[in-house]
Nanobody
Framework: QVQFVESGGGLVQPGGSLRLSCVAS????????MRWYRRVPGKERELVAA?????????NYADSVKGRFTISRDNVKNTVYLQMNNIKPEDTAMYYC???????????WGQGTQVTVSS
């Protein structure tokens, strides 16, 4: 059974930092590219960051977070991280992780972790 458990969100002031974690289980983590998504009520889910399973973990970012967020993974701990720096109010959202292999995303979703940016 595929499971994702996201954590690390919270209330943060603009310019602050957070480190999100997502522990995955139920599939061979090291075989999957991992992604962080975010969702704001009433809007489409947005792909925020991705890291490949091979090649030392090639990363890609949405333009809105490039230079501020860093995705990384630990294949021993089956965990993917999202380091968020210089957080902005528009980063307020529920954040989720998921895995992709051969162009197919896993169907399960975790409960997400809420990030709220407010002064």
């Amino acid at each position: 059974q595929v499971q994702f458990v996201e954590s690390g969100g919270g209330l943060v002031q603009p310019g602050g930092s957070l480190r999100l974690s997502c522990v995955a289980s139920g599939f061979i983590f090291s075989n999957y590219s991992m992604r962080w998504y975010r969702r704001v009520p009433g809007k489409e889910r947005e792909l925020v960051a991705a890291i490949t399973s091979t090649g030392g973990g090639v990363t890609n970012y949405a333009d809105s977070v490039k230079g501020r967020f860093t995705i990384s993974r630990d294949n021993v701990k089956n965990t993917v991280y999202l380091q968020m720096n210089n957080i902005k109010p528009e980063d307020t959202a529920m954040y989720y992780c998921n895995g992709v292999r051969a162009g197919r995303r896993l169907e399960s979703w975790g409960q997400g972790t809420q990030v709220t940016v407010s002064s």
